[in-house]
T-cell receptor, first 115, second 112 residues
């Protein structure tokens, strides 16, 4: 399977705990994006990387959130001191920016439930 | 403030007919638009895109139309098939921002 993969698919945690999600993009893609989706809403952009550089962060990305892409391949998204409001689907996408075309391909998502 | 709006939460269309999904945007800096389809418990699947230098793009049964003066785009699916039943999201990017801005989605239901 050459698509975007995300692990775990589901995560249940207690308020105050830290959680980490992983995303493996399509292998030749140089850009990797994180989004969050809550019920009844479209995905909301959080941050993105070009290779290993984090180039843009949304104001939605509070200080408790940190993302890394250490070797320009897979990425992790960590949420520290989780809150109930962090419950959402966390989506990862990748793209190969070429000629102004930036079609992003999404993974299946990680559903986070904070109790 | 929603920059991308899909004003129809749901749409029901008979199998074989044309489905038309609409999307409006407010940010004049947007220059690239995409449509995604999403099934429950899956991530969005890319369908079709259009650059602001064009007013139409076609791919098989899917055609996207862009009216820049009205800040409006639409996705036409013809003929509609049962497998097209899903939530469709309109997304936009541009103005130096590379993250996508999504609408809230339209749930398309294809009736047999």
């Amino acid at each position: 399977d050459t698509g975007v993969s995300q692990n775990p698919r589901h995560k249940i945690t207690k308020r105050g705990q830290n959680v980490t999600f992983r995303c493996d993009p399509i292998s030749e893609h140089n850009r990797l994006y994180w989004y969050r989706q809550t019920l009844g809403q479209g995905p909301e952009f959080l941050t993105y990387f070009q290779n290993e550089a984090q180039l843009e962060k949304s104001r939605l990305l509070s200080d408790r959130f940190s993302a890394e892409r250490p070797k320009g391949s897979f990425s992790t998204l960590e949420i520290q001191r989780t809150e109930q409001g962090d419950s959402a689907m966390y989506l990862c996408a990748s793209s190969l920016l070429a000629g102004g075309i930036n079609e992003q391909f999404f993974g299946p998502g990680t559903r986070l439930t904070v109790l | 403030d929603q920059q991308v709006k899909q004003n129809s939460p749901s749409l029901s269309v008979q199998e074989g007919r044309i489905s038309i999904l609409n999307c409006d945007y407010t940010n004049s800096m947007f220059d690239y638009f995409l449509w995604y389809k999403k099934y429950p418990a899956e991530g969005p699947t890319f369908l079709i895109s259009i650059s602001s230098i064009k007013d139409k793009n076609e791919d098989g049964r899917f055609t996207v139309f862009l009216n820049k003066s009205a800040k409006h785009l639409s996705l036409h699916i013809v003929p509609s098939q049962p497998g097209d039943s899903a939530v469709y999201f309109c997304a936009a990017t541009g103005g130096g921002a590379d993250g996508l801005t999504f609408g809230k989605g339209t749930h398309l239901i294809i009736q047999p």
